[in-house]
C-alpha cells in the first residue's frame, strides 16, 4: 500500500491517527496477550509505513539483526526456529516493502480516501534486493552457527561489534552520509581542488536515530550481563516498532519495556485516566502552542533580511518554548497511548525549565536520551573517575555526539560543544568552591528530588539565568546556518532597534502558554504530578474545557511536523 | 474483646475503586458543563455575524452559506462581506483611450498587488493612462476572465497581467466563498485544458442580482451550489452548507480548522517537493492562460506584460511560469529578483509589498513598455 503523499508522517494531532487509534485499541482490549502483540506489531508496521512502506525493510533488518546477535551474545547459540523466523521475516519485507509495489490507494482528497484507478496494478522492482537479502541472511545465519564454537568472551565481542556497527552503520548511510560528502566536497575546494556536487539522493528514515539506539542498548545490556535475551522474535520486533514511541522516543530501555511487553498487561482505571489525561495534555502543548509559535518563530529564523535584536531574542525564547512543547507533547500522548493498552513509558521530561544548572537541565530534558548517553557513552569513556581534565574531555565528548545524533549538521554539533561547555564551566566553578558552599553543591547538583526548592529570590534569579543560557543554545539549535549564527549572535548583542516584524504569536497561543505555565509552576511547588488530584473537581472540570477549548482553537494553527521527528 | 473489622481489603479496595469511577464522572460532567457554558459565553459576547470585528476568529467558521446569505440580507452598506467589488463585467467609466496629454493607456489585470504596482506608473510617466480591472484577491482565472471580458471595450496599448504565488492554486476554483473565510463574492469562470485547448466552464451565476435572486430561488441555488459542487477544486460539503456548527462557537471552530486543512490540502496538489508542480492542473492550465492571453493580447495590436508576484517563497512561481514565458517571447517581471519574499522587510503588516517595492517594480514594467514599444517613447520622469 503506498501512499500518493508519501513523505507525511501519520501525526498523532493528524485526522489518519484520530480514526486509527480508536481501531487499534478496539483491537487490543478484545484480543489476549500473545494477539494482542501481533495486531499491536501489525499496528506498528501500518503507522510507521503510511510514512514509507520501503524504510520498514530497515527497521525489520535492524529488528533481525539484533534479535540474532543478542541470543549470540547471552546464549552462544541459535536453535532452529529462532534463525529462521528473522530470516523469513526480512525476506518477506525486502520483497513485500521494497521489490513489490502497489499503488492501492491514492490519496486525492482530504477525506475520505479514495483507491486508485489502477487498484490492481503491482509493479515489481527487481530481484535484486530480495536476492540480496537472502544471500546475506543465509551466510548469517551460517556465521551465527558456526560462532558457537568460538570462545565466548570473543563470541560476545564479536556480536556486540556486529550490532554496534549494523546500527551506526545504518545511521551512517542514512542520516551522516550527505553531511560527511558535503564536508569533503568543501574541503578540497577550500584547497582549489576541483570536485563535482558528491550529495547522493538518500531519504532519512523518520525515527531512525530513536530506534537504533533503542535495540543498541539491548545488546549492551545483555554483553554487560544486566539483561537476559529473548527468544520471542516477533514480541522483540515490538519492541523495536512499538508505535506509540517509534518515531520520537522516548528511547526506551529493554530491560524496562520488553517485560512489560513479554507479560500479559492489566488494565486499570488509574492507568487509563492518566492514559486519557496524557493524551489531551500532549495535544494541547502541540497543538494549541507548538503550532501556535511556530509561525512567528519561522517567520524570524526563516528571513533573509529585516530583523532586530528584539525580534531574535523573543523568537529564540518562544523557540524555547516550541521545542519543549512540541517535544513533550508527543512523549506525553506517546505515554498516555501506551498507559491505554497497560503500558508504561519513561517519562522524557520533568519540568526542565526550572533548572538551575546543565546538570539538572540534562536530568529535566530529554531524559531518555541523556540517560543512554550517559550510561553507554560517557561512563564508558571513564565519566568522572579519571580525574579534572579526563572529565571535561568526556563530557564535552558526549555531549558533541549528542548534538551530532540530532543532525548532520554543524550547528548540532556547535549546540552540543555548547551544551558540554556549559557542564564543564558550572563544574569548574563548582570545584572552586568549599564542599560546604550551596552554591557549590548546586552547582554539580545531581539532585533532582520530589522537594521542589522555595521560591526565594535567589531561587528565580537562578532559573532565569540558566533559562537565558538555555535559550541561546537554543539559538544554535534553531539557525539555519552557520552565517545566520554569527548575524543573529550579533544582533542579539549589539542590536538596539525595537522590533521590525509585525507578525506576533495569537492571543489565544499565548493565553495557552500563560496556562502552561502557570500549571507547570504548580506542579513544581507540589512536588507531584498528581497535584491536579487535590484540586476541587468543578475547578478541574473547568481547567479541562479551558484546555479542551484552546486544543480547538489551536487546530486552526497550521500543524506542523514534530520538530524531533527530523532526528 | 475487640469486635472482628468486617471491612477486608479487597472490599476496601472495591470501595475506592468506585470512588475514583465517581469522582471522574464528576470531573466529565463538570467538563463537559465548563465547556458548553464557554462556548454560550463566547457565543454571546461575539455577536455571530461579526465578520471583520473581534469576533471574526470564531465567525470565520461559519457556514458559507450562511456567510452568504447574511450577507445577502444586510441593508445596503452593511454586509460583512463585500458584495459589489470584482464580479466580470460591471465596471463602468473606466478609460478606453489615451486622451489629451496622455500617450499610453495601460490595462492592468488582476488584484491588489499588480494593481499597486500599475498606479505607480503614471507617478513614473505622467503620460500613462490606466485601466485598472480586477478584484479584491483575484485568482489568475478571474484576472484572466475580467481581460476577456474586457478585450473590446477598450483601445489600450499595453495589457498587464498579474499572477500571484499564494493565489494561484485557487485558479481551480470558481469563487472565493470555497476557499477564503472572509470572502468577496464574485465568481469567476474554471478553465481547464482541454487537449491542448483552453475551456471555460462559466459560472450559471455572474452578476450580483442574479446572486439575489438565487438566494430566493430554491431551483437557481441549486444549481449555483451544484455547479461549485463539480467544478470548484475547494468545494467542501462540511464547510459550505448551513448546519448546527452555526450556532455552536466549538463547532464554528472546528469547521473552521477542518476548512484549513481542506484548503491546505486541495493547495497541496499544486506542489511538488516543496515548489510548484509543473505536471500539476494548476501549472498547465496557468500557462495555457499566460499564452492565450499574449496571444490575443499580440492579436490585438496590444503589448502583453506578465508581472509574476512570488510573495510565498523565493521563485516558485517564476520557475514554474518564466520557461514558458521566455519560450514565447512574452515580456515579464518577476518579483523575487527585485523584492525576496524572504526579506520580511519587503512586506507591509498586511501582507502587501511595501510601496517603495511596488515602485520598484512599476519601474521594471516601465522599461519592458520603452523597450518593446519604443515609438511611443516620452519625456519619461524616472521615479526615484
Known amino acids: 500500500m503506498r501512499s500518493a503523499r508519501t513523505g507525511v508522517a501519520v501525526l498523532f494531532n493528524s485526522l489518519e491517527f484520530f480514526f486509527f487509534l480508536p481501531v487499534v485499541l478496539g483491537l487490543y482490549y478484545a484480543l489476549r496477550h500473545r494477539a494482542q502483540n501481533r495486531a499491536l506489531l501489525a499496528a506498528s508496521y501500518v503507522f510507521y509505513g503510511w510514512w514509507d512502506v520501503r524504510f520498514l525493510f530497515l527497521i525489520v533488518a535492524s529488528t533481525a539483526i539484533d534479535y540474532l546477535c543478542g541470543l549470540m551474545i547471552g546464549r552462544g547459540q541459535l536453535q532452529r526456529r529462532q534463525g529462521w523466523l528473522p530470516f523469513a521475516w526480512v525476506l518477506a519485507a525486502a520483497i513485500g516493502c521494497v521489490a513489490l509495489q502497489w499503488q492501492g490507494i491514492r490519496f486525492v482528497e482530504a477525506f475520505p480516501y479514495v483507491a486508485a484507478d489502477d487498484f490492481w496494478n503491482f509493479t515489481w522492482k527487481g530481484w535484486g534486493l530480495p536476492l540480496a537479502t537472502a544471500v546475506l541472511g543465509l551466510v548469517a545465519l551460517g556465521v551465527c552457527h558456526a560462532a558457537a564454537r568460538v570462545p565466548e568472551a570473543t563470541r560476545k565481542k564479536l556480536f556486540l561489534i556486529v550490532s554496534i556497527a549494523a546500527n551506526l552503520g545504518i545511521l551512517a548511510v542514512f542520516k551522516y552520509c550527505n553531511f560527511f560528502l558535503e564536508n569533503v566536497e568543501t574541503a578540497v575546494r577550500s584547497l582549489g581542488g576541483n570536485v563535482e556536487a558528491l550529495r547522493l539522493d538518500i531519504v532519512l528514515p523518520v525515527g531512525i536515530s530513536f530506534y537504533t539506539f533503542q535495540t543498541m542498548s539491548y545488546t549492551i545490556d545483555i554483553y554487560r550481563g544486566t539483561l537476559k535475551p529473548t527468544d520471542r522474535f516477533l514480541d522483540f520486533a515490538l519492541f523495536v516498532a512499538f508505535f506509540p514511541q517509534l518515531v520520537a522516543g522516548p528511547i526506551e530501555r529493554a530491560s524496562n519495556l520488553l517485560p512489560r511487553i513479554l507479560a500479559p498487561r492489566r488494565l486499570h482505571f488509574d492507568a487509563m485516566t492518566r492514559g486519557v489525561f496524557l493524551i489531551t495534555f500532549g495535544l494541547f502543548k502541540k497543538v494549541a502552542i507548538a503550532d501556535g509559535l511556530a509561525r512567528y518563530v519561522d517567520g524570524v529564523y526563516g528571513a533573509s533580511a529585516g530583523v532586530s535584536g528584539a525580534d531574535v531574542a523573543l523568537a529564540t525564547m518562544l523557540f524555547a518554548f516550541q521545542i519543549y512543547c512540541d517535544f513533550s507533547g508527543y512523549s506525553d500522548i506517546a505515554r498516555g497511548v501506551a498507559k491505554l493498552m497497560g503500558i508504561d513509558l519513561i517519562r522524557n521530561f520533568n519540568l526542565p525549565y526550572f533548572s538551575r544548572s546543565p546538570s539538572e537541565f540534562w536530568q529535566r530534558w530529554h531524559i531518555s536520551l541523556s540517560g543512554w548517553l550517559r550510561d553507554y557513552l560517557y561512563i564508558p569513556l571513564g565519566g568522572n573517575r579519571g580525574g579534572g581534565l579526563l572529565t571535561y574531555r568526556n563530557l564535552l565528548l558526549t555531549m558533541v555526539l549528542g548534538g551530532l545524533w540530532h543532525g548532520a549538521a554543524w550547528n548540532f554539533v556547535l549546540w552540543g560543544l555548547y551544551q558540554g561547555g556549559l557542564l564543564c564551566a558550572f563544574r569548574g566553578l563548582a570545584s572552586l568552591a568549599p564542599e560546604s558552599n550551596l552554591a557549590a553543591r548546586h552547582l554539580t547538583a545531581k539532585y533532582v528530588t520530589a522537594r521542589p526548592q522555595p521560591a526565594t529570590l535567589v531561587f528565580l534569579l537562578q532559573v532565569a539565568s540558566f533559562f537565558a543560557l538555555t535559550c541561546y543554545g537554543w539559538l544554535l539549535f534553531r539557525a539555519t546556518s552557520f552565517e545566520q549564527i554569527v548575524q543573529y549572535t550579533t544582533l542579539l548583542f549589539t542590536d538596539t532597534v525595537p522590533w521590525m516584524l509585525t507578525a506576533r504569536p495569537s492571543l489565544h497561543t499565548l493565553a495557552a502558554l500563560a496556562l502552561l505555565i502557570g500549571t507547570e509552576i504548580i506542579e513544581y511547588r507540589a512536588g507531584t504530578v498528581r497535584f491536579v488530584q487535590n484540586v476541587p473537581i468543578p475547578i478541574r472540570g473547568f481547567a479541562y474545557a479551558s484546555i479542551l477549548f484552546l486544543i480547538t482553537i489551536g487546530l486552526c494553527n497550521e500543524p506542523t511536523q514534530f520538530i524531533y521527528f527530523q532526528f | ?384
Not at chain 2, 459560472?203 to 451544484?226: C, I, Q
Not at chain 2, 484549513?260 to 500539476?280: I, L, V
Request: overall charge negative.
Open chain 2, 1 to 384: 474483646m475487640n469486635p472482628r473489622n468486617s471491612s477486608t481489603s479487597s472490599s476496601s479496595g472495591a470501595s475506592g475503586s468506585d470512588t475514583r469511577i465517581r469522582d471522574t464522572a464528576w470531573v466529565l460532567v463538570w467538563t463537559v458543563l465548563s465547556l458548553a457554558t464557554l462556548d454560550l459565553g463566547v457565543g454571546l459576547a461575539f455577536p455571530r455575524h461579526d465578520l471583520q470585528g473581534s469576533a471574526s476568529f470564531f465567525n470565520r467558521g461559519l457556514s458559507n452559506e450562511g456567510k452568504l446569505r447574511t450577507a445577502l440580507s444586510a441593508p445596503a452598506g452593511e454586509s460583512p462581506l463585500l458584495l459589489d467589488y470584482g464580479w466580470i463585467g460591471a465596471w463602468d467609466d473606466l478609460p478606453t483611450r489615451a486622451v489629451g496629454a496622455k500617450r499610453l493607456l495601460v490595462a492592468s489585470y488582476g488584484m491588489s498587488f499588480s494593481h499597486r504596482v500599475s498606479e505607480r506608473l503614471p507617478e513614473l510617466d505622467p503620460n500613462i493612462e490606466l485601466r485598472l480591472v480586477g478584484g479584491p484577491g483575484a485568482p489568475l482565472n478571474h484576472a484572466f476572465a475580467c481581460y476577456q471580458e474586457d478585450r473590446a471595450r477598450h483601445e489600450a496599448d499595453v495589457v498587464i497581467l498579474g499572477v500571484l504565488a499564494s493565489s494561484l492554486p485557487m485558479l481551480r476554483s470558481m469563487n472565493q466563498l470555497t476557499w477564503a473565510e472572509i470572502p468577496a463574492i464574485y465568481t469567476y469562470p474554471r478553465y481547464r485544458v482541454d487537449e491542448g485547448e483552453l475551456v471555460a466552464i462559466k459560472p450559471v451565476v455572474s452578476t450580483l442580482d442574479e446572486l439575489r435572486s438565487a438566494a430566493h430561488d430554491p431551483d437557481m441555488w441549486h444549481k449555483f451550489v451544484e455547479q461549485m459542487r463539480n467544478h470548484d477544486g475547494y468545494f467542501s460539503e462540511l464547510s459550505f452548507s448551513e448546519s448546527a456548527l452555526d450556532h455552536s462557537i466549538v463547532g464554528r471552530v472546528l469547521r473552521r480548522a477542518w476548512g484549513q486543512r481542506h484548503s491546505r490540502n486541495t493547495n497541496a496538489q499544486a506542489y511538488q517537493a516543496g515548489t510548484f508542480d509543473p505536471e500539476s492542473e494548476t501549472v498547465r492550465v496557468a500557462r495555457a492562460i499566460l499564452s492565450q492571453f499574449a496571444d490575443t493580447a499580440r492579436a490585438d495590436g496590444r503589448l502583453p506584460i506578465v508581472v509574476l508576484f512570488d510573495n510565498t517563497s523565493l521563485d516558485d512561481l517564476d520557475q514554474a511560469l518564466s520557461a514558458l514565458l521566455e519560450s514565447e517571447e512574452i515580456p515579464f517581471v518577476s518579483s523575487h529578483e527585485i523584492a525576496p519574499a524572504t526579506d520580511p522587510s519587503n512586506f507591509l503588516p498586511d501582507r502587501h509589498f511595501t510601496p517603495d517595492v511596488d515602485k520598484r517594480l512599476a519601474a521594471a514594467v516601465l522599461e519592458l513598455i520603452r523597450a518593446h514599444l519604443p515609438g511611443r517613447r516620452t519625456d519619461v520622469r524616472r521615479g526615484n
